[in-house]
């Protein structure tokens, strides 16, 4: 089992970066080509996600994303420190109507919940993730 741990700090500018090597490690590890753009698009959607949480609850811990490649599966688990209820609970501002950033977390969620069949998010006083798994297949070996 191949792991790779990316670090950056909660600025938009890194999710591009982070994007560029979960492409890249996926298809080392042997992701289908036609489902990297939705790894893309995922692992974008799941770091902005904790950029945001990070910079609305002013952490200044960095966003972790951890690549694992094992044996017929690719997984990437995206988390942060922001601390919150489990997704999913709606609960009211403080003029009664439902937080706004609560309806973008959803709908975050809700994107990458599209993309990806296998995901799983936790959420705690001290953080949350997001882990999303895609099927690999072996690398094809030719013989001379």
């Not at 590890?29 to 753009?37: K, Q, T």
């Not at 690549?67 to 017929?72: D, N, P, R, V």
């Not at 799983?120 to 690999?136: K, L, Q, Y």
């Given at each position: 089992?191949a792991?790779?741990?990316?670090?950056?700090?909660?600025?938009?500018?890194?999710?591009?970066?982070?994007?560029?090597?979960?492409?890249?490690?996926?298809?080392?590890?042997?992701?289908?080509?036609?489902?990297?753009?939705?790894?893309?698009?995922?692992?974008?959607?799941?770091?902005?996600?904790?950029?945001?949480?990070?910079?609305?609850?002013?952490?200044?811990?960095?966003?972790?994303?951890?690549?694992?490649?094992?044996?017929?599966?690719?997984?990437?688990?995206?988390?942060?420190?922001?601390?919150?209820?489990?997704?999913?609970?709606?609960?009211?501002?403080?003029?009664g109507?439902?937080?706004?950033?609560?309806?973008?977390?959803?709908?975050?969620?809700?994107?990458?919940?599209?993309?990806?069949?296998?995901?799983?998010?936790?959420?705690?006083?001290?953080?949350?993730s997001?882990?999303?798994?895609?099927?690999?297949?072996?690398?094809?070996?030719?013989l001379?």
């Amino acid at each position: 089992m191949a792991t790779v741990e990316l670090r950056f700090s909660a600025l938009p500018e890194h999710v591009r970066t982070a994007r560029l090597v979960a492409a890249a490690v996926a298809r080392r590890a042997g992701v289908d080509e036609a489902v990297l753009d939705e790894v893309r698009l995922a692992v974008g959607e799941a770091c902005t996600r904790a950029v945001g949480l990070h910079q609305s609850n002013s952490i200044l811990a960095p966003v972790w994303v951890t690549l694992i490649e094992e044996e017929k599966q690719f997984s990437i688990e995206v988390g942060d420190e922001a601390p919150r209820s489990v997704p999913g609970d709606k609960a009211p501002g403080a003029d009664g109507d439902v937080d706004v950033d609560a309806e973008e977390d959803e709908m975050g969620l809700a994107v990458i919940s599209g993309l990806v069949d296998d995901v799983e998010v936790t959420a705690g006083e001290n953080g949350g993730s997001i882990r999303m798994s895609w099927p690999t297949t072996p690398p094809v070996t030719l013989l001379p």
